[in-house]
């Protein structure tokens, strides 16, 4: 067995997706000044996490991808906030391809120029949205023992047995029933089969355990679709016969932390129908490894250097083989988009399932005299796909999950608050007694500036978090809150699991609960909120009593002088066109009198 790996081999890359956080309306209704990457999470900017899990691995050639309108409000935090200035060198780089928008997909991304000229090793693709307290290193460790090849890592394509053995890649799913669900959070349905067993026993703590290889990948909603349009699963006979065993999940959610080869960026940019990487770029990937002439339909025998780039035709002369992709010609494979796949994985007595899915072999599947015969499919096997590993996360029970190591996607207002306060709850590095035994994500102190705090108040400090700057009036009491920097919490009020960004105000006597509060946002005296949300720099009204509302600004929905003035017009033409009418109508009146 290889030796573990506690650093990142040299030269491995990372890209951090920062997308527009449509998710968030409340507080992203201006996606280029408040992106969603800076959102807060526990009182640090979202983008610190990627950032902080990369760092931690030893990777340092990191790069940020973001829209061009949202380049500026990015720098300037990289450049001024303190979570961010205090993070190692050497920094991560910005890059804002001219062509990306907020509507561009995730495969999109890496087939922009930019991106595929600032890719030229093994790299990493993580979301800015990500929380993920386990260690990269561990994650690193498992793609090279199960996954990795030497021909890749040393960059040596020189082939003197047999066809080269390219890298596989390695993803995350977590577990989305927790002992705190999120109603309605995102899932996806992934079909897995185990590795080859091993006779030498994972180290402890290893990953390995947890290790298998994908098969199919989509989001639920897409299986959902296929279910109520198929009337049941279909099943491809292919898979049965390769993969007998088969395990399904549709309670987990995709954690988008990708450990890719070099080699996906030709497959994306051969590809040009694959828009999302979840569902597209791994459900192609995963199906080609037991579809038979899919991977070179794909192009995937050619980009993995598995054959010779030319084939004889029945007229004798020669063409490319695997170079075509999808939109070439009639014998084009389309890769899905969203419910468009329509081919399937199932399983025989051995699959779990995990949800309402009932197998149904497809007629057009079963094995018929039009078939491969056995020697083309053994010499097709020697064609062999690189894996697409899947690290599924162990679910923890109610008992343990505190000491579970956190992964999370957070890409919803009731995830951020939830994920925050969770955070509150990690001893402070102060507490603990030193920083190599705390968690990565512990505060220094739970209150970091208690001379603001006054006498006769209640802060819970085990479930709260404090920043810097903070005042707190006589008689407040704060439980199960985060509280940002330079906010001012007036005498008398009542905040339980509450989040504040920065520069919150809280008037008297308020009563705040499961709120989630904008920076530089003001709530009057005297309001009781429940489950609300306020966007940055709105006022609350004194005395406002409501719950789940969502507070925001109708800035820029008011008409202009332009808007106002068109309408005058439109007025007056329909007040002339119906004077014109009174007069036809007169006009008519004296000639029947006639």
Known sequence: MPH??????????????????????????????????????????????????????????????????????????????????????????????????????????????????????????????????LGADKLLQAWMVK???????????????????????????????????????????????????????????????????????????????????????????????????????????????????????DFVKENDRLETIGEDVLGWWAKAGWQKGLSTKLGLDTIL??????????????????????????????PPTGSQIHDAVSASGTTKLEGPVRPVIRAGDKPGPEETPLHEAEANESTAIPPMLAYIHPSSSSATES????????????????????????????????????????????VAYPEGVKPRTTITKADSLVADNVTVQEKTSIKECVIGANCQIGEGARLSQCLLMNGVVVGKNCKLTKCILGKRSEVGEGCTLTECEVQENLLVEARTETKNEKFMSSSGLEATEEDLKGSDDDNDEDNQGGNDDDDVDEEDDESAEE
């Open 147 to 265: 996954s990795a090849s030497l021909t890749d890592l040393l960059d040596d394509t020189r082939s003197e047995n047999g066809p080269l053995k390219r890298s596989g890649g390695l993803g995350v799913w977590y577990q989305t029933k927790t002992a705190t669900p999120i109603k309605g959070e995102e899932t996806d349905f992934l079909a897995t089969v185990p590795l080859p067993s091993s006779s030498v026993s994972p180290p402890k703590g290893s990953l390995f355990p947890h290790i298998s290889k994908v098969v199919y990948s989509t989001p639920t909603d897409s299986l959902k679709d296929l279910l109520d349009e198929q009337k049941g699963f279909p099943t491809r006979h292919a898979l049965l016969k390769k993969h007998p065993r088969v395990r399904m999940l549709t309670t987990h959610r995709d954690a988008h932390i990708y450990i890719f080869p070099h080699w996906i960026m």
């Open 4 to 133: 573990a790996v506690t650093i990142a081999t040299p030269g491995l890359q990372a890209l951090i997706l920062c997308g527009p956080g449509s998710s968030f309306p409340t507080f992203t209704a201006n996606p280029d000044e408040n992106p969603k990457a800076l959102l807060p999470i526990a009182n640090r900017p979202m983008v610190w996490y990627p950032l902080d899990f990369c760092y931690r691995a030893g990777i340092t050639n990191i790069t940020l991808i973001c829209p061009p309108t949202a380049q500026e409000a990015i720098q300037t935090a990289l450049n001024t906030n303190p979570f961010l200035t205090s993070l190692p060198y050497p920094r991560p780089d910005l890059l804002a391809p001219k062509d990306l928008d907020q509507n561009t997909g995730t495969a999109e991304i890496l087939r922009l120029p930019e991106v595929q000229s600032t890719v030229t090793s093994d790299f990493l693709v993580l979301p800015c949205d990500l929380v993920c307290e």
């Open 305 to 334: 250097g598995q054959t010779s780039t030319t084939a004889p035709n029945t007229d004798g002369k020669t063409s490319p083989v695997g170079s075509h992709t999808p939109k070439d010609s009639s014998s084009t494979v389309h």
């Open 403 to 446: 000491s579970s190591p956190l992964i999370r996607r957070v890409d919803t207002a009731q995830l951020l608050l939830q994920i925050s306060l969770q955070l509150a709850k990690l001893p402070s590095i102060e507490e603990v007694g030193s920083a190599e035994a705390a968690s990565p994500f512990a505060h220094m102190r739970k």
